[in-house]
T-cell receptor, first 116, second 112 residues
Framework: NAGVTQTPKFQVLKTGQSMTLQCAQD?????MYWYRQDPGMGLRLIYYSASEGTTDKGEVPNGYNVSRLNKREFSLRLESAAPSQTSVYFC???????????????FGNGTRLTVT | GNSVTQMEGPVTLSEEAFLTINCTYT??????LFWYVQYPGEGLQLLLK?????DKGSNKGFEATYRKETTSFHLEKGSVQVSDSAVYFC???????????FGTGTSLTVIP
């Protein structure tokens, strides 16, 4: 069971370059998320998709765009990379958007991005 | 608003020592509470959860009790192992929208 798969695992970009981070889940989950992880700041939500066909901004959306391509796939795009976007990016999914027991998040292994 | 505060790290313990990692939260309504663990080079994995007051979550020898009166969800383990070395994150989930709020993480190193 692959779970949540992210590609690439590592990437180095120059300032101003663009790239797309890919994420796919095989658990038939409805909701998907993109987080960034920075030292001393924990995880911060960039964008989320409560269900197929919808996307919404999280805590730190500036400089990013997302696409929920289908139920399985949720991509994150950096149009013009900046050094402040150097981070580790995690994709996650959960079964439900709203539920009494708040279905937990399942994470991918992350993409380590460096912008020079 | 919703937020999670957990104790600063790093924490270094000898094998078989007792572990406590403190976590307190601020939330509207009745959130669910979680502990996630991140091993080096990997994503976060759910360790345990509790969905209502006085619930105790447990897994792999770790425990945490949802204390509404003190707004806390402290993680404990009676005897840590080297394999428990990881970063531990406390998190809460807002039941109105399933948004998660994470603490900053506590790094644990267990030495033989």
């Amino acid at each position: 069971n692959a779970g949540v798969t992210q590609t690439p695992k590592f990437q180095v970009l120059k300032t101003g370059q663009s790239m797309t981070l890919q994420c796919a889940q095989d658990m038939n989950h409805n909701s998907m998320y993109w987080y960034r992880q920075d030292p001393g700041m924990g995880l911060r939500l960039i964008y989320y998709s409560a269900s197929e066909g919808t996307t919404d901004k999280g805590e730190v959306p500036n400089g990013y765009n997302v696409s929920r391509l289908n139920k399985r796939e949720f991509s994150l795009r950096l149009e013009s990379a900046a050094p402040s976007q150097t981070s580790v990016y995690f994709c996650a999914s959960s079964e439900f958007w709203r539920s009494a027991e708040n279905s937990p998040l399942h994470f991918g292994n992350g993409t380590r991005l460096t912008v020079t | 608003g919703n937020s999670v505060t957990q104790m600063e790290g790093p924490v270094t313990l000898s094998e078989e020592a007792f572990l406590t990692i403190n976590c307190t939260y601020t939330a509207t309504g009745y959130p669910s509470l979680f502990w996630y663990v991140q091993y080096p080079g990997e994503g976060l994995q759910l360790l345990l959860k509790a969905t209502k007051a006085d619930d105790k979550g447990s897994n792999k020898g770790f425990e945490a009790t949802y204390r509404k009166e003190t707004t806390s969800f402290h993680l404990e383990k009676g005897s840590v192992q080297v394999s428990d070395s990881a970063v531990y994150f406390c998190a809460l989930s807002d039941p109105t929208g399933n948004q998660f709020y994470f603490g900053t993480g506590t790094s644990l190193t267990v030495i033989p």
